[in-house]
T-cell receptor
Framework: AQTVTQSQPEMSVQEAETVTLSCTYD???????LFWYKQPPSRQMILVIR??????QNATENRFSVNFQKAAKSFSLKISDSQLGDTAMYFC?????????????FGKGTKLTVNP | DAGVTQSPTHLIKTRGQQVTLRCSPK?????VSWYQQALGQGPQFIFQ???????QRGNFPDRFSGHQFPNYSSELNVNALLLGDSALYLC???????????????FGAGSRLTVL
């Protein structure tokens, strides 16, 4: 079975500080892609960062970076210099791109609140 | 450039009724996927449409059906509504590139369905 586990239902951080969101996943496939999506109250899923499983180098996007541990099947998201606009639900997800499949498997999410 | 647009944004139905949700993909995209997001949960894959055919389906009953039109827009139909069908229904689009890697999905803001 393909699953994603986010063990932190809620987290909070002070503005300008750093926070790390945890994610573990389970798949028997060797070729897959990992994602972090952000869902603000507007409901629209917004891609935060993406990691190819065959790449050892951790992906970074401005203030967002990941710690990808393939053997441990762990994919955590670090947000540096947190901003009020980072307040949202964060979902970890992965996809195994066989035949153009777009079946993303999501975790249950972590609600992040950035306090002023 | 308009992103993914979904309609209606909110709707209320009663048990046993049928509902149709609509999605227009982002300009240049040819593939549409539908996801169901129950309250407090991550999205779950319903199905994917490409070239007007259902390419892949998640673990959803036949009451859930879809269609893709020649202009790439799509509809999600749910028959014989149950209380448990109450959820946010998300549409996502992408440009299918075959086996070269995972496509980045662009999500709409969703249609919130309440079944009474």
């Amino acid at each position: 079975a393909q699953t994603v586990t986010q063990s932190q239902p809620e987290m909070s951080v002070q503005e300008a500080e750093t926070v790390t969101l945890s994610c573990t996943y389970d798949t028997s496939e060797n070729n897959y892609y990992l994602f972090w999506y952000k869902q603000p109250p507007s409901r629209q899923m917004i891609l935060v960062i993406r990691q190819e499983a065959y790449k050892q180098q951790n992906a970074t996007e401005n203030r967002f970076s990941v710690n990808f541990q393939k053997a441990a099947k762990s994919f955590s998201l670090k947000i540096s210099d947190s901003q009020l606009g980072d307040t949202a639900m964060y979902f970890c997800a992965f996809i195994t791109p066989q035949g153009g499949s777009e079946k993303l498997v999501f975790g249950k999410g972590t609600k992040l609140t950035v306090n002023p | 450039d308009a992103g993914v647009t979904q309609s209606p944004t909110h709707l209320i139905k009663t048990r046993g009724q049928q509902v149709t949700l609509r999605c227009s993909p982002k300009s240049g995209h040819d593939t549409v996927s539908w996801y169901q997001q129950a309250l407090g949960q991550g999205p779950q894959f319903i199905f994917q449409y490409y070239e007007e055919e259902e390419r892949q389906r998640g673990n959803f009953p036949d009451r859930f059906s879809g269609h893709q039109f020649p202009n790439y827009s799509s509809e999600l139909n749910v028959n014989a509504l149950l209380l448990g069908d109450s959820a946010l229904y998300l549409c996502a689009s992408s440009f299918l590139r075959g086996y070269s890697g995972a496509n980045v999905l662009t999500f709409g803001a969703g249609s919130r369905l309440t079944v009474l």
